[in-house]
């Protein structure tokens, strides 16, 4: 079992950066992938960036050249870099471990 807790949201306006963190404990061993997703109100959970073991990245078409995700190894921690935040990236993020495994989630606001 893996478990992740999700840090960095918060409110920021329109063309602003946030960077999110997800810690990693437990089984970490057996993590291949990582990667965030988000929901927002009345909408369905949607990918927006995966990274595996391997360090391939590959990101969702509406955060592509805005959003950035990392891996610290020798922390067990993956990142978010959030840059030229819009209103519609509003939602909770969550992070997950081979999609199986999911922090609690963190809210992003941005305002207009």
């Known amino acids: 079992q893996v478990q992740l807790v999700e840090s960095g949201g918060g409110l920021v306006q329109t063309g602003g950066s946030l960077r999110l963190s997800c810690a990693a404990s437990?089984?970490?061993?057996?993590?291949?992938?990582m990667a965030w997703h988000r929901q927002a109100p009345g909408k369905q959970r949607e990918l927006v960036a995966v990274?595996?073991?391997?360090?391939?990245?590959n990101y969702a078409d509406s955060v592509k050249g805005r959003f950035t995700i990392s891996r610290d190894s020798a922390k067990n921690t993956v990142y978010l870099q959030m840059n030229s935040l819009k209103p519609e990236d509003t939602a909770v993020y969550y992070c997950?471990?081979?999609?199986?495994?999911w922090g609690q989630g963190t809210q992003v606001t941005v305002s207009s």
């Open positions: 437990g089984s970490i061993f057996s993590i291949n992938v």
């Open positions: 990274i595996t073991s391997g360090g391939i990245t």
């Open positions: 997950g471990a081979n999609f199986l495994n």
